[in-house]
């Protein structure tokens, strides 16, 4: 346990050292919302039929959404490791007196964290700073602040479990490319970051409540704004709770299988 406290110590000083590209990364992240939000509010004005999010909720969406991006988007990606599995310098890893598995997750869990810790108070304080329609509005109660927070850290374990996935399945394929692609492409879809799953048909809102990605992005951004209510939000956290385990257990297993099979060539 001591030796993963250190990695995620040490990997969370070395990224909140990189501070200039979290400001530009904000400076992006800030025009994105702003772009988004006023796509979505021409839709707004030309829609006859009621939307499923009342604009105050979605730009609250659109703005946790940027804020926290580092904690919910899958592309984000550990090179490192990628070049540790496909160059065989992973039996350096092998060598470490401790457990692979927990090793990788204490590592990425900190750079996301370290990202959305440098970008996400000043791109906040900003968005509650803009004039109407464009401000972020606050939580509706002191429960809901409460419920967004434990969804939100839950969803980061959750993400970090389901990344995880991505980076053993490197060594059955030797290459992160196709693996990426899908992960990037169905996770960000399923985790309401392309369209919010309310807008989705109610067939594939079903699909995605099925899914583990929503909970990551979908969930805390809806118990924030008040879309979901508390009892509802309580009911999801069980099923974080739950996704949770059977990632972690799941990934657990699926990497001592790969190790199995590991060849490492040379000296």
């Known amino acids: 346990m001591r030796a993963y406290k250190a990695i995620f110590k040490l990997r969370l000083q070395l990224g909140l050292q990189y501070r200039t590209a979290a400001i530009a990364g904000m400076c992006t992240q800030l025009f994105w919302g702003l772009m988004i939000i006023m796509v979505f509010e ?6 006859l039929s009621e939307p499923p999010l009342p604009f105050e909720q979605l730009v609250t969406y ?5 804020a926290f991006l580092t904690f919910v988007m899958l592309w984000y990606r550990d ?4 070049n ?3 160059t065989g310098n992973i039996a350096y890893e092998l060598c470490r007196p401790c457990g692979i598995y927990g090793f990788w997750y204490a590592k990425l869990l ?5 990202g959305a810790i440098l970008r996400c108070s000043p791109l906040l304080v900003i968005a509650f700073l803009l004039p109407d329609p464009y401000r972020l509005s606050l939580p509706p109660d002191w429960r809901a602040m409460l419920l967004f ?3 939100l850290i839950l969803g980061l374990l959750v993400l970090v479990g389901i990344s995880m996935l991505l980076y053993i399945s490197v060594f059955y394929t030797m290459s992160p490319t196709g693996s990426m692609l899908i992960f990037a492409v169905a996770g960000e879809f399923f985790a309401g970051l392309i369209i919010p799953i309310p807008f989705m048909p109610s067939w594939l809102q079903q699909l995605a409540y099925a899914l583990p990605f929503r909970l990551s992005a979908d969930l ?9 209510p508390v009892h509802e939000a309580l009911s999801g956290i069980g099923v974080q709770l739950a996704w949770l385990a059977v990632l972690l257990a799941g ?3 699926w990497l001592r299988l790969a190790l199995k099979r590991v060849v490492i060539q040379g000296g």
């Open 251 to 253: 990934g657990y297993g």
């Open 220 to 228: 805390p951004f809806r118990v924030y704004s008040g879309h979901i």
């Open 62 to 66: 659109m703005w946790l959404q940027q």
């Open 79 to 82: 090179t490192e490791i990628f």
């Open 84 to 86: 540790l599995i496909t």
């Open 149 to 151: 927070l434990t969804t």
């Open 110 to 114: 900190a750079q996301r964290l370290s």
């Open 42 to 47: 021409a839709f707004y004005s030309q829609s």
